[in-house]
């Protein structure tokens, strides 16, 4: 079973920054995309950024210019660095690995991210 473990999560001002680490356990990491999800109080999880083991990536609108999802397969680990933080950015974010060889996938436990003055 694949273990994914985030960090960096906290407390910080708006227009400030955070960097979001996610480390994967196992050895589907370098065939996966691998992508980074919010969820805020009474919302919907949505998509944040993706990147495929292409380096493709993709950003939710909300925070393209702001945010850059990279990767380390010799860490087996995603990151997401923000930028210009907003309150509006403040919730529980996760860590989503997806084999693209059968499409499974699988879920860290999530970090808070809290924007406020």
């Known amino acids: 079973q694949v273990q994914l473990v985030e960090s960096g999560g906290g407390l910080v001002q708006p227009g400030g920054s955070l960097s979001l680490s996610c480390a994967a356990s196992?050895?589907?990491?370098?065939?996966?995309?691998m992508g980074w999800y919010r969820q805020a109080p009474g919302k919907q999880r949505e998509l944040v950024a993706t990147i495929t083991s292409g380096y493709r990536t993709t950003y939710a609108d909300a925070v393209k210019g702001r945010f850059t999802i990279s990767r380390d397969n010799a860490k087996n680990t995603v990151y997401l660095q923000m930028n210009s933080l907003k309150p509006e950015d403040t919730a529980i974010y996760y860590c989503k690995l997806a084999d693209e060889r059968r499409g499974n996938s699988a879920w860290g436990q999530g970090t808070q991210v809290t924007v406020s003055s």
């Open positions: 196992g050895s589907i990491f370098r065939v996966s995309t």
